[in-house]
């Protein structure tokens, strides 16, 4: 083969190798991107498929149906139902999307990791060659980049699909006083009182202490609320006795937790004009930030949304 006029020596074997990788490495940070539970296998038979066909297109270069775009993208499909078996269309679809935008930033990260490095790669009839002593350090630092630019993105992504789908807003009341915040529908949120059975809202302290009486506001400005002695001692004192429950978890970080919870009058949950009224419902105190950067104050279970 000729590039820039010189000879160049290609190694079928070794072409295939370096294919292989790359392609394994692309569908493992497609993999993490969607986090797929595809087995390693899969990935390797996806990125055996893609490795072959570039030798195929290597040795039989007079066969242009190969080099169509047509081809290539029957190819990608093909690499993505093997990878990572998608069930659904929708599901399909957004497997193949993720694919190929980690296959872009990946190539585009390749190109510029090589030119700046001073090493040579070129595109012959659609296959990428690279040649040079730093060409794995390219790859792997271009997957690196690929991990983090997805990552970003894909946290950009659920971060405005929770403000747009996800959060609701509730009001909390007791007696006279009330607090309203926007809470978020956990799915993982199956928290319940174990005497009421009733569901549980998980709510973060500073978002509620202004309506929690001054004795049950110290427990937790003292950072006593795991004391069970303490709590006990000063739940047992309180005006709202009757309505404080302890609530065990093991979520949330903690393994085996005690949240103190109590049993409002009502949350009004939704927005004015679908504005739910519920009663029996239990609010659970967390003494940590629930969200970064103060999206939501409280976890809702999607039983006390439908």
């Known amino acids: 083969m000729n590039y820039g006029g010189e000879a160049l020596i290609v190694y079928v074997d070794v072409l295939f190798f370096e294919n292989l990788v790359i392609n394994f490495l692309i569908l493992m940070v497609t993999k993490r991107i969607l986090k797929s539970s595809s087995s390693s296998l899969r990935l390797f038979l996806g990125a055996l498929i893609g490795a072959a066909y570039v030798i195929l297109l290597l040795l039989l270069p007079g066969v242009k149906a190969y080099y169509t775009g047509l081809a290539k993208f029957m190819l990608s499909l093909f690499i993505v139902a093997v990878s990572f078996n998608p069930r659904k269309i929708n599901e399909f679809i957004k497997n193949l999307c993720v694919f190929y935008i980690s296959s872009f930033v990946f190539a585009g990260s390749a190109f510029a990791f090589l030119y700046f490095n001073g090493t ?23 997957v690196a ?4 630019i997805m990552r970003v993105i894909r946290e950009l992504w659920v971060t405005r ?27 993982g949120n199956s928290l319940c009182d174990p005497l009421s059975k009733l569901p549980v809202v998980v709510v973060e302290f500073r978002a509620i202490c202004g309506i929690l009486p001054e004795e049950i506001r110290k427990i937790f400005e003292e950072q006593k609320e795991n004391d069970l002695s303490v709590v006990t001692a000063v739940v047992s004192k309180s005006t709202w006795f009757s309505r404080f429950r302890l609530i065990p978890f093991s979520s949330l970080g903690k ?16 927005k004015e004009q679908a504005q739910r009224n519920v009663c029996e419902v239990v609010v659970g105190i967390y003494n940590r930030p629930l969200s970064r950067g103060d999206g939501y104050k409280a976890l809702l279970g999607p039983e006390l949304v439908t």
């Open 161 to 187: 699909h929770i403000k747009d789908a996800l959060l609701i807003p509730i009001n909390i009341s007791i007696e006279d006083k009330s607090v309203s915040f926007d809470a978020l529908v956990d799915t």
């Open 120 to 142: 040579g790669g070129f595109v012959r009839n659609g296959i990428v060659y690279f040649f040079g002593n730093s060409k794995w350090t390219a790859v792997f630092l271009s």
């Open 145 to 148: 980049t690929v991990g983090i």
């Open 255 to 270: 393994e085996n937790g005690i949240l103190i919870g109590f049993k409002p009058d009502f949350i009004l949950i939704g």
